[in-house]
């Protein structure tokens, strides 16, 4: 038997259509194996609170190994699991190829899958996961406004923590009627691309619903980036939620209405010669990943895989081509960078890092730790107290660094870290960091 970690890891397709992957007690005898690997590991016990919760029971069972677990309490395990992906990336060494055969993620969301089908889910995290819904009602106009204040207000959100279950100390986005879908219509412009390497320089922006609704001047400045550099780039005319907070809740059904609304858009886009980004790592992990793994033998799914870029390899990608302008006449100065997990899972270098640094008198330091948010994880009365422990190194490593400017790739992790920070009160996107140091 080889050991782990000797090649690089492979992802199986995620049999969700097959009979066995719904039988419950086929899921039970698999969970029971992988769970008594990890027993015996132990390496990824600095993640999140899934290891700690399945090492603590196994400690504290009858027999101190994992048949003296009483099968009931394994959902306690998959109720930590948020799907960061980092155990399979960055820890286990018995990952595929190996013949153990470990993908915890995975095995995680077959059993939310299973959760969710024969128990379904509260009221607040169907709503939570409905964010093309909830995102477009809050975002109207005046409704706007009172929900940013109400949100606001301490006595408000004591109320609803007791009542929905939303931590009063959680930060909730603000939402903007003027989204991003108004905002871009007259920066877009005609521009002749020009073919670097493997990218057309022909974009289409998959706005997403946070980067519409709650952060679109992040949006306006992936505009004036691109076509800084020479780059054509519009949105995509019809975009529905990505599908990702729905995976993550084990809606499966939900995942797959979104890919048949999303998929044809976004492969007609690129038959058109676009390549495909987007301002938030999970929706890029989306398409570049759970989506081909849950789809293998759909075409336009693998077509549109094929070209998704997450932002900065991008223009990574241009700038070995010398096709990225270097002059820039403001320094960014001390930087510290949060690298989202959905990002570092895409196995593709720290490239906002390595863009940024090409900015005169700049130094990024980048921070591999997870932030704990998770979009919902940290929202959640029950979760959240546990989502604050994941963040403190983190947290720590800004508050130590004192730096100029705090970002990451996620708006959502950044908010949370700038929470809880005694440094630091503003957070700020690689990409508006990048439009500033252009003098955009």
Not at 157 to 172: D, M, Q, Y
Not at 212 to 221: E, M, Q
Not at 403 to 426: Q, V
Request: aromatic share 8%; hydrophobic share 35%.
């Amino acid at each position: 038997m080889r050991e782990g970690n000797l090649e690089a890891p492979t992802r199986h397709p995620i049999d969700w259509k097959s009979e066995d992957f719904w039988d419950k007690t086929s899921l039970e005898n698999e969970l029971e194996r992988v769970f008594d690997i990890c027993h015996g590991c132990r390496r990824c016990v600095s993640l999140c609170d899934s290891f700690p919760t399945l090492f603590d029971l196994v400690d504290e069972s009858s027999t101190l190994e994992v048949d003296g677990v009483d099968k009931a309490d394994y959902s306690k395990v998959v109720d930590q699991c948020y799907l960061c992906d980092l155990c399979y990336m960055t820890k286990c060494p018995y990952v595929p190829p190996h013949d153990w055969n470990v993908d915890f993620p995975h095995l995680m969301l077959r059993a939310k899958a299973i959760k969710f089908k024969e128990e379904g889910a509260k009221l607040r995290d169907r709503v939570l996961t409905s964010t093309d819904t909830v995102f477009a009602m809050t975002s109207i106009p005046l409704i706007d406004i009172t929900v940013n204040a109400l949100n606001s207000n301490v006595g408000f959100r004591k109320v609803l923590e007791s009542t929905v279950g939303i931590h009063h100390k959680a930060p909730i986005p603000k939402f903007h009627s003027n989204t991003l879908r108004k905002q871009v219509r007259p920066l877009i412009r005609d521009i002749t691309p020009t073919i670097i390497g493997k990218t057309t320089g022909k974009l289409a922006l998959y706005a997403s619903c946070y980067g519409n609704y709650n952060s679109p001047h992040i949006g306006t400045d992936f505009i004036k980036v691109f076509q800084h550099n020479g780059m054509h780039i519009d949105l995509v005319p019809k975009e529905k939620c990505c599908g990702m907070p729905k995976l993550e809740l084990g809606d499966l059904e939900s995942v797959n209405a979104l890919k048949e609304v999303n998929i044809p858009i976004l492969a007609r886009l690129v038959d058109e010669g676009y390549d495909l980004t987007a301002p938030i790592p999970s929706c890029v992990l989306m398409y570049k990943q759970e989506l081909p793994l849950l789809y293998p033998d759909d075409p336009d799914v693998i077509k549109v895989q094929a070209a998704f870029f997450d932002p900065f390899e991008y223009l990574w990608l241009r700038h070995r081509g010398d096709a990225l302008k270097t002059e820039f006449p403001n320094a960014l100065g001390d930087i510290a960078y949060q690298v989202a997990c959905h990002q570092r899972v895409q196995n593709i270098g720290l490239k906002t890092r390595d863009v940024l640094n090409l900015v005169q008198e700049t130094n990024v330091t980048a921070l591999e730790r997870c932030s704990g948010h998770d979009g919902t994880y940290a929202v959640k009365k029950e979760t959240h107290d546990k989502s604050v422990k994941i963040a403190r190194p983190v947290v720590r490593k800004v508050d130590q660094q004192d730096p100029d400017h705090f970002m990451s790739d996620c708006p959502m992790a950044a908010a949370h870290i700038t929470n809880l920070s005694e440094k630091i009160d503003k957070t700020e996107h690689p990409m508006t960091l990048l439009r500033m140091a252009y003098g955009l």
